[in-house]
């Protein structure tokens, strides 16, 4: 069987919240999650909070434009799915890393991030100094994976199905195989 | 705003540790009130999960802004992800250096 390569997709940080859950149903809905993979929470973000296009979100996900919008896709139709069957979100899982932007202080000689690239680097945040360089993106720069939380669900979205899993099955069997599809 | 350090002693006339997970000691710098903490690293003496654990650590005490010798590829997507700023100095200093760098003032 031909084994699908998986690209990391890049992300811009985590969310404000590791879920939402509903409140007033009538009947008493059973105690069910639809579980929304950090990948597509950023689709959702980039398309319907930033309003960029698809071609745009691809590019900063890293990733090419038919893999973003299957993933825009399936967070959709998982956030409609919640919306109408009353189910708890949890956000969590998927295949990302996250990445800053690093630069160059020529006056005291250090390397600074900036984590938000919504704000432009205007100083050095250790000595003030206004003399920097940035350091352009290379090839080599290898991404990596947050350890705990989203190493769990690695192979998740390889599985449509995902969001129907149940409690922390998934979690043996994802153990490891991330890696080797990398 | 809180500046987390990692230091190889506990006084101003220590080095920035270059380790990030197994430093000697966390300095916490206070902008605002001048406060400096020297905390021991607990995390140092785990067996794995140093970084991680130390991690956790500082950004339980909301630090914005992290200095060190180096960051492994585990440390920065974490720091990334919470938005905290990473510094990485190159060169032998002092926490007292660094504590004067941060307020401008060489
Ligand atoms: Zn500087």
């Given amino acids: 069987m031909k084994r699908r390569v998986r690209r990391m997709r890049r992300m811009h940080s ?36 930033d309003m960029i296009t698809h071609q745009e979100a691809s590019v900063i996900m890293g990733i090419s434009r038919p893999t973003f919008t299957r993933i825009y896709a399936s967070a959709r139709q998982k956030v409609a799915k919640a919306f109408v069957e009353g189910l708890k ?30 704000t432009e680097v205007k100083s050095c945040p250790l000595c003030g100094s206004k003399s920097f360089t940035h350091y352009q993106d290379d090839e080599s720069k290898s991404p990596e994976i947050v350890e705990k939380d989203l190493e769990d669900c690695f192979n998740s979205s390889e599985n449509r199905r995902h969001g129907r899993r149940k409690g922390k099955n998934c979690r043996e069997n994802i153990q490891g195989k991330g890696r080797n599809l990398v | 705003m ?52 130390a991690v956790e650590f500082l950004l ?11 960051f492994g590829s585990k440390i920065k997507p974490m720091f990334d992800s919470r938005k905290v700023t990473m510094i990485v100095v190159k060169e032998p200093k002092t926490i007292d250096d660094i504590i004067k760098l941060i307020n401008h003032k060489k």
Avoid at chain 1, 92 to 117: A, L
Avoid at chain 2, 26 to 43: G, L, M, W
Avoid at chain 2, 60 to 70: A, K, L
């Fill in chain 1, 14 to 49: 985590l969310p404000a919240v590791k879920g939402f859950s509903p409140f007033g149903s009538v009947q008493n809905l059973e105690d069910k999650t639809v579980y929304l993979l950090l990948e597509e929470y950023e689709s959702i973000r980039l398309c319907d909070y």
């Fill in chain 1, 89 to 118: 979100i949890s956000i969590e899982g998927g295949k990302v890393y996250f990445d800053s932007d690093w630069y160059h202080c020529q006056s005291c000689n250090c390397d600074f991030s900036n984590p938000d690239k919504t």
């Fill in chain 2, 2 to 53: 809180k500046v987390a350090i990692t230091s190889t002693g506990n006084s101003l006339n220590s080095n920035v540790d270059s380790r990030f997970g197994r430093c000697s000691y966390f300095v916490i710098y206070d902008k605002e009130t001048e406060a400096i903490e020297f905390i021991p690293n607990q995390s140092q003496k785990l067996t794995e999960g140093v970084g991680t654990s």
């Fill in chain 2, 60 to 70: 339980s005490r909301n630090i914005s802004m992290v200095v060190s010798g180096e």
